[in-house]
């Protein structure tokens, strides 16, 4: 069975700190690792995935992610965090058997001036 | 259409009454999928489907939710007889058809509010 999970219910961070946000996953095949953003009363945001290839992936606004499969990790990073980078992450992990996407609870960055 | 339409945007019903939330997904994408989410939470799984079936309905709370999808486009997600912990915003996605390597893509939700 596929689960994933988000260890940090809230990550707080200086403006133009780096941040990271944690996500661990379980799957039986090889995983498909996706990460969203959502913000106050707006729908989900693509911003990366690990589909196969190199480790580290790069997204929209300037994050990007690192897949570790020895700790079946796959964490979302900045370099320098904005205030505007407020909002809820989601990882999402996905068996490359299957189309059943699951979500982990969900972590609530914030960025302080 | 350009994205995932979802209706009614918002939705107020009483108790007990059943409720229908529509989706449209991205035209060409067989991969559809149904999510609850309740305040500020996580999103929970409900259903998918890979064309007009549906592997897993694992994710289903009650008997009292059902969901169907026609000519592999427009799904419908009925609750009855609605009770107030139904209350949530659910959320519908599409997937690219060729793969399961693609992301899926959100409508903006349907706000349920059970009073």
């Known amino acids: 069975a596929q689960s994933v999970a988000q260890p940090e219910d809230q990550v707080n961070v200086a403006e133009g700190n780096p941040l990271t946000v944690k996500c661990t996953y379980s799957v039986s095949g090889n995983p498909y690792l996706f990460w969203y953003v959502q913000y106050p009363n707006r729908g989900l945001q693509f911003l990366l995935k690990y589909i196969t290839g190199d480790n580290l992936v790069k997204g929209s606004y300037g994050f990007e992610a690192e897949f570790n499969k020895s700790q079946t990790s796959f964490h979302l990073k900045k370099p320098s965090a904005l205030v505007s980078d407020s909002a809820l992450y989601f990882c999402?992990?996905?068996?490359?058997?299957?189309?059943?996407?699951?979500f982990g609870s969900g972590t609530r960055l914030l960025v302080r001036p | 259409g350009a994205g995932v339409s979802q209706s009614p945007s918002n939705k107020v019903t009483e108790k007990g009454k059943d409720v229908e939330l529509r989706c449209d997904p991205i035209?060409?994408?067989?991969?559809l999928y149904w999510y609850r989410q309740s305040l500020g939470q996580g999103l929970e799984f409900l259903i998918y489907?890979?064309?007009?079936?549906?592997?897993?309905k694992s994710g289903l709370p009650s008997d009292r939710f059902s969901a169907e999808r026609t000519g592999g486009s427009v799904s419908t997600l009925t609750i009855q007889r609605t009770q107030q912990e139904d209350s949530a915003v659910y959320l519908c996605?599409?997937?690219?058809?060729?793969?399961?390597?693609?992301?899926?893509?959100f409508g903006q939700g349907t706000r349920l509010t059970v009073v």
């Open positions: 489907f890979q064309g007009n079936s549906a592997p897993d």
């Open positions: 996605a599409s997937s690219l058809s060729w793969s399961t390597r693609g992301e899926a893509f």
């Open positions: 035209s060409g994408h067989t991969a």
């Open positions: 999402a992990v996905r068996d490359d058997s299957s189309y059943k996407l699951i």
